[in-house]
């Protein structure tokens, strides 16, 4: 449910009601003795969120953001799988340890 932002027009108090899309626009100020109408303010809304395939932050990057990011990632996987091997390498060569369950 939105925020709505209204502004009486005979003392110029500005508040705000949470109301549903559906429900009647406020006509009547509520300050006290005022009770003169309001008019509904145009607000600034919140982000836009895109929720779904296709709608990222990153679509509409330039050509060379997108390959130097390329370049970063190959760069990345590379070192990430020579440092695998190592790994694999160490838990080869270590013996099993035995564990006595007495």
């Known amino acids: 449910m939105p ?17 549903s899309m ?13 009770r003169g109408t309001v008019k509904r303010l145009i607000g600034t809304g919140a982000g836009i ?4 395939s296709g709608f990222y ?3 509409y990057r330039s050509e060379s953001y997108r390959k130097a990011e390329k370049a ?3 760069t990345s996987s590379e070192s990430s799988a ?10 080869t060569s270590e013996p099993a340890k035995k564990t006595s369950t007495d």
């Open 72 to 74: 970063e990632k190959t």
């Open 22 to 34: 559906t429900d009647a626009p406020v006509k009547r100020c509520p300050r006290r003795g005022c």
């Open 82 to 91: 020579g440092k695998k091997e190592g790994a694999a390498d160490k838990k």
């Open 49 to 52: 969120i895109f929720k779904g």
């Open 3 to 19: 925020t709505y932002e209204y502004e009486c027009r005979k003392c110029g108090k500005r508040f705000e009601r949470f109301q």
């Open 57 to 59: 932050e990153t679509d």
